[in-house]
C-alpha cells in the first residue's frame, strides 16, 4: 500500500528551528507538496519538491531526497503564527495525491 | 474574489435529514474535488470533477451525491448520514487535474464543518 508518515505533533519555541520529517512509500514519484493548515481554515500552499535538494522561501525550507524516500520542511525564526498543521501529500505514478495526516506544531513563548 | 469559498461552514444535521454543501471558485480553474478531513487521518479524497465531468469516486457510499453544474461550482449533497460521517469536508480546485499530468497545485476551501447526530 502507499503511506506517508509524519510526526503526529511537535512543540518548539519562539525565535528557534524545527524541522518536520515526512517519509513515503508510493507507487512511484511525481512530487512532494507541503501545505500549512491552521485549525478551522484552509490548507494553503508552502512548498513543492521534484528534484532532490533543498528548495528555500524566506524562512521555510524544503529537502527532498528521492533516493530515501524523504522530505523535510525547516522552519526558521520560528513565530506564534507559525502554530499550525503541516502537510505533506506525494504525487505518485498515476499523478494522484497521497496525504500524510499532518504534523501538529505547537509553538511556545 | 476569494479563491475557493465554502458554504455553511458549520452544519448540524439528523441522520434523516438532507442537506447540500456548495462550493465555489474564482480562480479560473478546470478542476475541483471534495476531500473528508477527519482527526488525525490523512485528507479523504471522494470526488474529482475536470471540466465538469467526474473523473475520479473513491468508492464513496451513495449517501454523499456530488453535482457539478459548471467549472466554478460544486456541490456535495448528503442525505442519511452516519454519525461516523462528522468531519471536516474540504473543497478544492486546481488548473487542470491529474489526468492531464498537471503536478498543479490545488487550492482549498475554508471548509464545512459536519456534525451528524
Known amino acids: 500500500g502507499q503511506n506517508i508518515d509524519q510526526p503526529t505533533e511537535m512543540t518548539a519555541t519562539e525565535g528557534a528551528i524545527v524541522q518536520i520529517n515526512c517519509t513515503y512509500q508510493t507507487s512511484g514519484f511525481n512530487g512532494l507538496f507541503w501545505y500549512q493548515q491552521h485549525a478551522g481554515e484552509a490548507p494553503t500552499f508552502l512548498s513543492y519538491n521534484v528534484l532532490d535538494g533543498l528548495e528555500e522561501k524566506g524562512r521555510f525550507s524544503s529537502f527532498l531526497s528521492r533516493s530515501k524516500g524523504y522530505s523535510y520542511l525547516l522552519l526558521k525564526e520560528l513565530q506564534m503564527k507559525d502554530s499550525a498543521s503541516y502537510l505533506c501529500?506525494?504525487?505518485?505514478?498515476?499523478?494522484?495525491?497521497?496525504w500524510g495526516a499532518g504534523t501538529k506544531l505547537i509553538i511556545k513563548p | 474574489e476569494t479563491g475557493v469559498t465554502q458554504t455553511p461552514r458549520h452544519l448540524v444535521m439528523g441522520m434523516t435529514n438532507k442537506k447540500s454543501l456548495k462550493c465555489e471558485q474564482h480562480l479560473g480553474h478546470n478542476a475541483m474535488y471534495w476531500y473528508k478531513q477527519s482527526a488525525k487521518k490523512p485528507l479523504e479524497l471522494m470526488f474529482v470533477?475536470?471540466?465538469?465531468?467526474?473523473?475520479e469516486n473513491n468508492s464513496v457510499p451513495s449517501r454523499f451525491s456530488p453535482e457539478c453544474p459548471n467549472s466554478s461550482h460544486l456541490f456535495l449533497h448528503l442525505h442519511t448520514l452516519q454519525p461516523e460521517d462528522s468531519a471536516l469536508y474540504l473543497c478544492?480546485?486546481?488548473?487542470?487535474?491529474?489526468?492531464?499530468?498537471?503536478?498543479?497545485?490545488?487550492?482549498f476551501g475554508p471548509g464545512t464543518r459536519l456534525t451528524v447526530l
Open positions: 478544492a480546485s486546481s488548473p487542470r487535474d491529474w489526468t492531464s499530468g498537471g503536478t498543479d497545485t490545488q487550492y
Open positions: 501529500a506525494v504525487k505518485d505514478s498515476n499523478y494522484q495525491l497521497i
Open positions: 470533477y475536470s471540466l465538469e465531468e467526474r473523473v
